[in-house]
């Protein structure tokens, strides 16, 4: 494409929990799901000192491309998709982190109040109190399209975050449109497992996908393995059908998903020439660190002071800094 550009900035690819995006037509900055976050526990262990510096990294690139952006989008409300109004480690946040990132900037947010989950309603509205005299607008956009410019910004209805009825909530695709150049941005859709959101994603045609896949991790634990399969044949549906996709989020958290995904490939009969993870397409390796977090902590244990920091509790621990 030469009129949408379009730059990956955070997910697991990258070292951490994100789906973040920056996409740059000829008139428009647009940050989509600009939040990051670490994984409290995962094989029993807390996050390993390389993940936060991966984080520290993540969250200094998304301050960096939300000044040149316009517009934020948020898709819903888990940390690892928007910036929250309070401090984190987990999330790299400041009390003013949120500022940085909404303030003075057009904000096009799923709407909180209708297709949400408890949880995330009692984020969404924190937030937004929190951004309300600061944004320059904020908009709920749940199905809507808005232009700014000569660029279309496109949205899809509430689609599940995962397989029909879970409890996980709802999310929002982005479509940005500009003239004949078409990228769609499918958070947390899980594949899909949702054949209203395949069908969605098919009649949109976009020149690149960006593609939220099914979490094999949690195959037969969380998520039932008929959903993984529905989850995996979808993703290969729409590989079949799309130029370009980058496969991202909960797919690459399980240290076999190459391996997985070449098998579907073979049944398939499709080439995965067209599939790169946010990392190949920024022309770099793949750096899976919550998959490999139990190899990190055995090969590259931690020193006592930061053992001492990460057992802190959570009150405690935010008033120091990582010893990274």
Do not use: C
């Not at 009129?3 to 070292?15: F, M, N, Q």
């Not at 896949?213 to 037969?220: A, D, I, Q, R």
């Not at 979808?234 to 590989?239: S, V």
């Not at 993870?277 to 190899?295: H, Q, S």
Request: glycine share 6%.
């Amino acid at each position: 494409m030469g009129k949408i550009r379009v730059v990956p900035l955070a997910d697991e690819s990258l070292g951490v929990r994100s789906m973040s995006v920056y996409v740059q037509t000829p008139d428009l900055g647009i940050l989509i799901d600009a939040g990051v976050s670490l994984a409290p526990r995962r094989y029993g262990l807390p996050p390993h000192p390389s993940e936060f510096i991966k984080l520290r990294e993540a969250r200094e690139r998304i301050l960096d491309y939300s000044r040149l952006s316009e517009v934020v989008i948020i898709s819903h409300y888990h940390l690892d998709h928007y910036t929250p109004s309070f401090p984190s480690w987990y999330e790299w946040t400041r009390e003013d982190t949120y500022e940085e990132i909404y303030g003075d900037k057009i904000v096009l947010m799923k709407d909180f109040s209708n297709n949400i989950n408890y949880r995330q309603m009692v984020r969404a509205k924190y937030l937004y109190e929190a951004i309300k005299d600061k944004a320059y607008k904020i908009l709920q956009v749940d199905g809507k399209t808005i232009r700014i410019g000569d660029t279309i910004v496109k949205f899809s209805k509430p689609f599940p975050h995962g397989p029909p009825g879970t409890r996980l909530g709802w999310v929002l695709m982005t479509t940005v449109i500009f003239d004949d150049e078409k990228v769609v941005h499918a958070s947390d859709i899980q594949g899909p497992m949702d054949h209203n959101a395949l069908e969605y994603i098919i009649e949109e045609r976009p020149d690149i996908l960006i593609l939220g896949g099914p979490p094999l991790y949690l195959e037969g634990k969380k998520v039932s393995m008929a959903d993984i399969e529905r989850g995996m044949k979808n993703m290969i549906e729409l590989i079949r059908r799309m130029n370009i996709v980058i496969l991202s989020h909960h797919t690459l958290r399980d240290p076999g998903w190459r391996d997985r995904l070449n098998s579907a490939f073979i049944e398939s009969g499709e080439s995965e020439n067209k599939v790169f993870t946010m990392a190949e397409y920024r022309g770099m390796d793949n750096m899976l660190l919550e998959a490999r977090r139990k190899e990190l902590w055995e090969k590259m244990p931690p020193n006592e002071e930061f053992i001492r920091w990460i057992n802190l509790k959570g009150k405690d621990r935010i008033k120091v800094h990582p010893p990274l």
